[in-house]
């Protein structure tokens, strides 16, 4: 049974014994070695050579390379190096921690801050020009010459040309039309190629070595390779940086490791660090397996580490765009809630790999059922979401501001795992279109459910991707978000296989292809999906009026909110004025029931039950309100559901054209519906005939609520 708690693995206790399972080598950088290697028995025997291979219980085991009476052993190895100036680098610092870190905060802020700003008061120019040959950016600060005077997080050349880039893919041409950072942009180096070079340089001569800024390094890396379009060398770099965090212990929780004389071997800081990098090589792991097709490296029965503490001050620092007037005067800045809400990422990083274990395993196994592990998985994910922090929960009908791109991100993420567990039980309908209305789909409920969730699943993804556009723009997003972008493009191209004309399926893939197009400049990698999935052969909806009407973007180059919320007000998961083009519309004399708001002041469980499948009486109208499939029913079709359904007769969006068919043979009205008195029967006039009300006054054909 599935229970929340502040560690991955549930109630853990974190007091272990570490003596025995520790080593240190000759840069001071600390090993575990689990039972199965046995050194822990070996630590309770008395040795001859307990000073040489021993030190306050931990291993000593040198490289065969090294040689301990060398001085430069320590030494990082010398790289010409093309270093932009100190006030590009800074630039590239402000980009890194406004689009990057807060989507995936593998460096730990405040000491890596602390660091950057010491080194420059440390270290001379060579060189004066704008190209600067620096030696020895590894901080004396993170030197290794004594445990308990380094830190976890370090500075060193490979984590800084890491990082700078990674943030020059942000320095676009957008920033060339800001006056206050056009001079710095024109200083960076194209698309940050130069810094990445280098680092790769850099790369070879400290691989063979397990640090930990060489593993944020090459997870940045690994996750930039992947938006440039080079995958071979991002998923090589990302399972270098796994390995090399599980040879240092990372997947262990060590708050409580000591040595013999009872000291803490990482203080508060380096906890903190350590989980932000093993957590940040989980979703990583999970994000490239997914999206490579591949399976996972890391199981939830792996690791033990406790999710990144949540620090009150640093959740409140504000986050605000670069530079601050990039989205205009009226953005007002707002608490950041970055570590609160990649802790929720590590939560959800869970259930996506449990999701590739058991439903998507290289090897299934006989032990237990799919369908059951369905069940499971799902009421993970339902716990999930109704255990979500009120200050990181989406709702576009709630009346609150935009969230922060960060938390829209979250949002989309956990609509891919929805798509991610359900698309494995959607039907399997061979090669015919015709097929899929054969009686076994109809014995079994359940593949057409999942499909039916993967539909509203994929019309959030691509829906929530079009605000992000709209608020912040998709060149400013991770370059990972291409998962999910794929994911639910091709189950729109699925929809409309199998339902031609699909309105919904043909929104949704041209918002996605429209995403995939924001984001070509910034990572290259959408040009290949968005070749991808133009090239699928498919029968789109007629929405041409619906192009046509889109308003006008507010802001240069971007999408007005009503393109990525829908023109009306209200809507029916779709926008309603593409129903509007296919249904009918509303009769002069007919009246649209009544839609009431929640009674809640938030409106939190009808957004919920919504979100979780189940009905509800009526639907809480929203730019962007979710409903499955089988649940929906546009707005202009309720007199149809409420008068109709009684008899038989059902409305289905999905474009199917043998159920259209059997609606063929209604006659369609031939003008609008009038009733008078004068069509009424004798008989019920007699009956009547009583009544206090006067015969003229307006019946009560529609009931109020009570």
């Known amino acids: ?98 689009y990057v870190h807060p ?37 004396p600060i993170d030197s290794p010459k004594s445990r308990y005077a380094k830190s976890i997080q370090g500075i060193s ?9 990674f943030a020059a893919r942000y320095s676009d041409d957008e920033m060339r039309a800001q006056p206050s950072v056009s001079t710095l942009h024109d200083q960076v180096a194209s698309g940050g190629r130069l810094y990445a070079e280098d680092a790769r340089k850099v790369l070879n001569t400290v691989y063979q070595h397990s640090r930990p800024s060489t593993c944020q390094a090459l997870l940045l890396m690994g996750v930039r390779e992947f938006g440039v379009g080079s995958t071979e060398q991002g998923w090589l770099f990302v399972g270098m940086a796994c390995r090399m965090a599980v040879d240092l212990g990372m997947n262990h929780n060590a708050d409580e490791w000591k040595d013999s004389r009872g000291e803490f071997l990482f203080s508060i800081p380096d906890r903190q660090a350590r989980r932000q990098i093993w957590a940040s090589c989980c979703i990583a792991d999970k994000l490239s397996s997914i999206w490579q097709g591949r399976p996972v490296m890391f ?23 670069y530079p601050p007037n990039a989205l ?17 990422q590590c939560k ?28 499971h998985l799902e009421t993970r994910l339902h716990h999930w979401l109704f255990e979500l922090p009120d200050h990181l929960r989406y709702r576009e009908a709630g009346g609150r501001v935009m969230p922060l791109p960060h938390i829209l991100a979250l949002h989309i993420e956990y609509q891919f795992a929805v798509l991610l567990l359900h698309r494995a039980f959607i039907p399997n309908w061979n090669d015919s279109p015709a097929s899929s209305t054969n009686p076994g789909l109809e014995a079994d409920a359940l593949p057409m459910k999942s499909f039916d969730i993967c539909q509203g699943a994929a019309a959030q993804i691509s829906s929530t991707m079009s605000a992000f556009e709209e608020h912040y723009g998709l060149s400013r997003c991770p370059p990972l978000f ?5 994911g639910a493009a091709i189950m729109h191209i699925v929809t409309l296989m199998r339902r031609p004309g699909n309105t919904q399926g043909t929104v949704g893939l041209m918002r996605c292809i429209d995403a995939a197009k924001a984001m070509e400049t910034t990572w290259p990698c959408a040009i290949d999906v968005r070749r991808l999935l133009q090239g699928s052969r498919v029968q789109l909806d007629d929405v041409t009026a619906w192009e046509s009407s889109k308003p006008s973007s507010s802001r240069p180059g971007k999408r007005a909110a009503d393109d990525a919320f829908g023109m009306d007000g209200s809507t029916d998961v779709l926008q309603q004025d593409i129903f509007e083009m296919m249904a009918p519309r509303d009769q002069p004399h007919m009246q649209t029931p009544t839609t009431h708001t929640d009674d809640t002041p938030d409106g939190g469980t009808p957004y919920y039950a919504q979100a979780l499948g189940v009905p509800v009486s009526m639907p809480v109208q929203s730019p962007n309100a979710f409903y499955s ?62 009544d206090d009300e006067p015969s003229g006054s307006q019946s009560h054909l529609h009931h109020s609520d009570q």
Not at 301 to 320: G, K, L, R, S
Not at 356 to 362: G, L
Not at 482 to 486: C, S, T, Y
Request: aromatic letters at 14%; a negative charge; charged letters at 20%.
């Open 328 to 344: 205009g005067t009226d953005f007002k800045p707002e608490p950041g809630r970055i570590m609160s809400n990649f802790r929720e």
């Open 1 to 98: 049974m599935y229970t929340s708690g502040d560690s991955y693995y549930g109630d853990y206790t974190a007091t272990m014994d570490a003596l025995g399972h520790l080593s240190v080598n000759e840069n001071q950088d600390i090993r575990y070695h689990d039972k199965s290697a046995g050194l822990h028995l070996l630590a309770h025997s008395v040795r001859n050579d307990d000073a040489q291979t021993q030190e306050n219980g931990i291993w000593k085991f040198r490289s065969p390379k090294s040689d301990p009476t060398s001085s430069e052993s320590n030494a990082e190895p010398y790289i010409p190096i093309h270093w932009p100036p100190s006030v590009v680098q800074d630039h590239l610092i402000h980009l890194y921690f406004t």
């Open 157 to 165: 050349d490979l984590l800084l040309l890491s990082m700078f880039a």
């Open 299 to 321: 199981r939830e029965c792996d690791y033990n580490v406790n999710f990144p503490t949540v620090v009150e001050a640093e959740e409140m620092v504000t986050w605000q765009p």
């Open 629 to 690: 499939g089988f649940e929906w029913w546009p707005q202009s079709m309720l007199n149809m559901q409420q008068y109709g359904q009684a008899e038989g007769l059902r409305f289905y969006p999905s474009g199917n054209e043998q159920q259209q068919d059997q609606m063929s043979g209604y006659p369609a009205p031939q003008g609008p519906f009038t009733f008078d008195d004068g069509q009424l029967s004798s008989n019920f006039t007699d009956h009547v005939a009583g």
């Open 482 to 486: 291409i998962v999910f972008l794929q």
């Open 348 to 375: 959800l990083s869970l259930i996506m790999s449990e999701i590739m274990t058991k439903i998507y395993p290289v090897q299934p196994t006989p032990n237990t059922p799919k369908r059951a592990e369905l069940e």
């Open 103 to 139: 989507f995936y905060p593998v460096v730990h802020k405040s000491s890596f801050l602390g660091l950057y700003n010491a080194r420059k008061f440390m270290y001379v120019a060579y060189d004066k020009s704008s190209t600067l040959f620096l030696k020895g950016f590894f901080s």
